[in-house]
């Protein structure tokens, strides 16, 4: 590890900040925690913290002692001024005289003593950092120092390598008894660089930001130069025979165990979105381990839990043309795994007197051997947050035993961290969007239809593909929404480029949920003079397209188990024929019989079908000259052309999209179809 302070980087840092009044020694805080925060070997998403004791001038123009201490939960990676809030220094060190404190109380005076009362809540770590008399403190997570102390042996290993540099802490939950443990330690062994947090992390300090940062990094280096002089050799099991099947036929299997029914609301799913990864490091770490005792463990640090839960699931083998067997033995896991986590909160809940509320049992690690693992969340970001995680976790877990022996806390402690409401809180009480935990594969959505179907989708909380012939539109469009949209390529007239892009889709989300078959275009004639290959053309795109979208999203949901929906654009041709648009109408009143059969054959397996019948869309369909041209024969505006329905009002992509939300959102719904029109009695459905 090598420290990546930069003289040049720091001053800009320190010119930038100054522009806006902050104090140069702030301004290194913040320089100095960025450069820890983006170093996954050393904190990752949330974790860890830092502080800077100074001066601030309160409300009533007092300059006072304060503590600037990370906020609760925010990414060191990126930190601002004001995600170090500053409290009141004196009130917290006063502090150390009780024997305890309850985690509400304690958050109240924090809170009473912020300078600003508008800022977020500090770290849960706060009275570490309050009561070490160091004006700059860092804590991490590092992988390579918890290889190293994550054993039976920790603190004399500890001992070797750091000598008096750094003092060992015995393991108690983060809190308020660690910090009085942890001053009492520092007091009487007087270490010169820093502590050690037994099963936690490390901690250093110094009078200059600089000073903290590069002894951190010099603290890990040891730890990793330690483990890599004193690698055990280790035996590599011999993989079972077989080719392991592919990730876009496995992901779905994995998501469809780990999602579960909702008790309350009939034909609802609890669905977690996937994020795979792999690489010689996990593949090596399956074959080299004891992988039945590592993998139940526990986490490398009490921080993990309320990302990843105390242990993962772990599956079979994967292989080519045992697909069946390999979803079985995986449900019959997923469900043991849940079993197991009931007990597991039972148990302790008792023990600390009830009250506690169950959590949602589902994994959130699930590893595959020969093929990777999966970290599982809400939505993608909490997937690559678990994913990551787990990446380190194998990390650590791998150093550990290279050294010696992996050993986390005890289950009663990691019971006590996930549950603690103080680690709670950092995940945020909000109120989920009715789509989340859902995928939603959207074609033509570089369209303005798909377009705004993407967006409002989006919103509702899915995760969203955007699938276009055009890649370039459908990037733009997957930019408007957001990181998480996937944009895709797929021409919906060619099996091969479908087959691609749900692959695709099932490798980067982990399965699909919803697919609104949009894309297609119009031809016009005489249906009795047209030609046969117009016709044809017209057929391919406007009803075979969503035959094969149909066919590759209906694969992946039987996979699941776990139901689906699938939602076509019939357009008002579908049901009230317009003359000279034969070739157009036909392949879509075609297409709306295509939607009642799958209707009626995948009823049984929870996947509902429906269609939505719009009309006078300004679209790639409908274009502005072509409006101008139907308003010019009309004899009418183009705005009295465009709303010329029963309610006088213009529809548009938003409105359809709208209606495919609704129809995504009804459970009970299925061979529907909904009118968007503004109204058209000839082209309502009954």
């Not at 022996?405 to 961290?417: L, N, P, Q, R, V």
Request: one cysteine or more.
């Amino acid at each position: 590890m090598i420290s990546r302070w930069v003289d040049r980087d720091a001053e800009t840092i320190v010119a930038h900040a100054a522009k806006s009044g902050v104090e140069h020694a702030l301004a290194l805080r913040i320089y100095t925690t960025r450069l820890l925060g983006r170093d996954p070997k050393l904190a990752l998403h949330g974790g860890g913290n830092t502080s800077l004791k100074t001066h601030a001038v309160d409300h009533l123009g007092e300059k006072v002692e304060v503590l600037r201490v990370k906020g609760s939960g925010a990414d060191m990676a990126a930190i601002e001024a004001e995600d170090l809030p500053a409290v009141r220094l004196d009130a917290l060190r006063r502090l150390r005289a009780l024997e305890a404190i309850g985690d509400d109380e304690l958050l109240a005076i924090e809170r009473v003593n912020l300078i600003d009362p508008a800022a977020p809540n500090p770290s849960v770590e706060i009275m570490l950092h309050a009561f070490l008399p160091h004006k700059f403190v860092d804590h991490t997570h590092a992988t390579a120092l918890l290889s190293l102390i994550d054993q039976p042996d920790g603190p004399v290993r500890c001992a070797e390598v750091f000598k008096d540099r750094l003092a060992f802490v015995p393991y108690l939950t983060p809190g308020f008894g660690l910090a009085k443990k942890a001053i009492d330690v520092f007091e009487r062994a007087k270490p010169s660089d820093g502590l050690v947090l037994g099963k936690h992390g490390i901690v250093t300090f110094g009078e200059s930001a600089r000073e903290a940062y590069e002894r951190m990094i010099e603290m890990v280096s040891l730890a990793e130069d330690f483990i890599a002089r004193h690698r055990k050799a280790v035996a590599v099991t011999v993989p079972a025979a077989g080719n392991v099947a592919q990730l876009a036929a496995v992901a779905p299997i994995v998501r469809g165990a780990c999602s579960a029914k909702n008790d309350k609301i009939e034909g609802a799913w609890r669905r977690l979105v996937l994020e795979f990864r792999s690489g010689d490091a996990v593949l090596d770490f399956f074959n080299a381990v004891d992988l039945p005792r590592v993998s139940q463990a526990g986490a490398l640090t009490p921080d993990h839990t309320i990302r990843t839960k105390n242990w993962p699931l772990v599956v079979p083998r994967p292989q080519v043309g045992k697909l069946d067997d390999f979803a079985r033995v995986t449900r019959e896991a997923a469900t043991a795994f849940v079993s197991r986590y009931h007990d597991y909160f039972q148990r302790h809940n008792k023990r600390v007197g009830g009250g506690k509320q169950e959590l949602d049992p589902l994994p959130r690690v699930v590893l595959v051997p020969g093929l990777g693992l999966f970290g599982l969340g809400r939505s993608k970001q909490d997937a690559v947050i678990a994913a990551d995680i787990a990446m380190a976790w194998v990390e650590g877990v791998s150093d550990a035993e290279a050294i010696g022996k992996f050993e986390s806390i005890s289950e009663a402690e990691m019971f006590d961290c996930e549950y603690w409401p103080v680690e709670q809180r950092k995940l945020g009480a909000r109120k989920e969007p009715p789509l989340a935990g859902q995928i939603t594969a959207i074609t033509g959505a570089a369209g303005a239809i798909g377009a705004a179907t993407a967006k409002a989708f989006a919103a509702a909380g899915a995760e969203v593909a955007l699938l276009d012939v055009n890649l370039a539109a459908a990037r733009e469009k997957a930019k408007e929404i957001g990181l998480a949209a996937l944009a895709l390529q797929c021409d919906v007239t060619d099996a091969a480029s479908v087959g691609s892009a749900f692959d695709t889709i099932a490798a980067t989300f982990g399965g699909l949920d919803i697919v609104v078959s949009n894309a297609g275009a119009a031809w016009q004639g005489r249906i009795g003079e047209v030609d046969e290959e117009i016709l044809r053309q017209s057929f391919e795109l406007n009803f075979y397209g969503h035959q094969r979208v149909a066919q590759a999203a209906v694969k992946i949901m039987l996979a699941q188990g776990t139901g689906g929906c699938l939602l076509f654009n019939v357009s008002k041709q579908a049901v009230n024929p317009g003359p000279n648009f034969g070739p157009y109408g036909i392949p879509k009143a075609a297409l709306l019989a295509l939607m009642r059969q799958y209707a009626l054959d995948y009823g049984a397996n929870g996947i509902r079908a429906n269609a939505v019948n719009p009309d006078r869309i300004r679209s790639g369909l409908l274009t502005e000259d072509m409006i101008a041209s139907r308003a010019k024969a009309r004899g009418v505006s183009e705005q009295d052309y465009m709303s010329g329905n029963l309610l006088g009002r213009e529809v548009t992509a938003d409105d359809v999209a709208q209606a495919f939300l609704h129809q995504a959102l009804a459970l009970k719904t299925t061979a529907d179809v909904t009118t968007v029109d503004g109204g058209n009695i000839a082209a309502a459905m009954r």
